[in-house]
């Protein structure tokens, strides 16, 4: 099964050698550290947002999404502190504006696999699918006003904690919560081994639990050992792993599910069955970075 060394070394503080942390990392809070790690990524997100006003550049909506993906994760390292109700529907939200941020990125992923796989015939097709795609997507996201629900949401959230009861040193905190995900990560790897090739869900899981405590790894790096952040080398491989399995995946339920708007001369058979070929592959693949 998958070590994750790092992981072990969780919430390490650095020996008096030059790597140990300074007086202001060992006395910082949790509380003060989520303003220093949310600010970042809302201003990466509405940089994004707002670069889409007039483009049409796909590249921008992969960003963005990049950047909600990793707030959903951090208002996830601070849900033991944050209002239920609250958390779950920030997450909800970044969740929904990271999907319509990221849709046109499925439908290149799924160009570049036919044209990978030799398939030909779709490609005028599914290229006028994808144009209404992007259309759509930078239509809902200009919609959103993403600056201010972004604002507004870590506004209320540095409410609560900077009001809150209690208080909690960041290393402390920053070993609970990778604790935390490489607990949920170990459990999601032994569910996927057991798990039948065609039960794709539980290495979906496993992908994103991989994310999930990369991102909390590079969040937290004040707090944690050079030990730990040398391993997140791994963990990235893992997810180049998943995430190939993931983007076949995807791609024939994509495929699947446009074949009716496709013209009437437009057969897709061929393609779905190159799909499926490739996927039995990469979930070999896959399986074998958990061992």
Known sequence: MLRIECIREQGTIMASDGNSHDAHAMTETAQSR?????????????????????????????????????????????RPLLNDDFDTRQRALFKYLATSAGSVRD?????????????KGLDDSL????????????????????????????KEANHELNTGPRRMPAVRFAKKRIGAARSQLKKRIRKALHAKQSNYAAYHEVRKAGKKVRYLLEFFEPDISSGMLSKVKRLKRLQKRFGALNDVVASRGLLTSSADALPDDIDAKAALSALKTEQKQRFKAARKAMR
């Open 34 to 78: 989520f303003g220093e790690l949310a600010s970042p990524l809302i201003e990466e997100a509405t940089k994004h947002a707002a670069a889409l006003n007039g483009s049409t550049n796909p590249e921008v909506l992969h960003k963005l999404r990049v950047a909600l993906r990793r707030l959903r994760t951090l208002f996830w390292a601070y």
């Open 127 to 154: 290229k006028a699918r994808r144009a209404d795609v992007l259309a759509t997507s930078i239509e809902t996201i200009a919609n959103a006003d993403v600056k201010h629900v972004l604002m507004t949401g870590l």
């Open 107 to 119: 439908w290149d992923i799924l160009l570049k696999l036919l044209n990978e796989l030799d398939v």
